[in-house]
């Protein structure tokens, strides 16, 4: 297997670990982790179809991080971030905006790595990827963050205060606009501060195939 996917994995384990056990509350835990889990059996079964860039790995890792620390803790109760707010004289738990800043960060770059490997949007005919490539890379994370956001909103419906934690709006009447922009904030910091490092890298991964 990918020495990478050692480090990945041997790295992540403790983390989750220590988040599965004793979390706020167990319901909550699963649907906060529930991303986290799926991309990283995910990326056990394509380790050798589709190999990911080490850029994107290390964002991948980063990503459940954040996820599985907001499943323990739920978003509106993380001790850092309560901290946080105390200092600086605010009204709520500002964890959750972290969370969707990288809910556009990663999923920027690995939209961008998945159609620069298999649509046309890889070559204008000059060697340099399609003008339309960032924009659609945006396109997709507002997408999927609104996607995200209609999961709570299902979630909410069906299962009443015992969503309370997952949605996590804290009396944020605008929590949901909120989060897509935060969501909008990482996809375009996303591409315009990695995109050529992610070039470096995904040429790499591509080299050694």
């Known amino acids: 297997m990918d020495r990478r996917l050692f480090w990945f994995f041997g790295l992540l384990a403790p983390v989750a670990a220590w988040s599965w056990i004793a979390p706020h509350d167990r319901f909550t835990w699963w649907l906060e982790a529930a991303p986290a889990v799926a991309g990283t059996v995910l990326l056990f079964i394509l380790r050798k179809r589709f190999p990911l860039s080490t850029l994107l790995l290390v964002l991948v890792g980063l990503h459940c991080v954040v996820l599985l620390v907001g499943a323990h803790y739920t978003y509106a109760r993380v001790p850092l971030f309560d901290w946080i707010r105390d200092v600086m004289g605010g009204t709520r738990n500002d964890y959750d905006k972290l969370g969707h800043f990288t809910q556009g960060l990663v999923p920027a770059i690995l939209a961008r790595e998945i159609l620069l490997r298999t649509s046309p949007l890889r070559d204008r005919g000059d060697g340099r990827p399609s003008r339309w490539l960032g924009f659609l890379v945006v396109c997709v994370c ?5 996607f995200y956001e209609l999961v709570e909103w299902l979630t909410a419906i069906t299962q009443g205060g015992a969503a309370d934690d997952f949605l996590g709006t804290q009396g ?15 996809a375009v910091v996303a591409m315009l501060g990695l995109a050529r490092l992610h070039n ?10």
């Open 172 to 186: 944020d009447v605008w929590d949901t606009q909120e989060d897509m922009a935060w969501a909008l904030i990482g």
């Open 200 to 209: 470096r890298s995904l040429a790499k991964v591509l080299a050694a195939r």
């Open 142 to 146: 507002l997408a999927f963050s609104a």
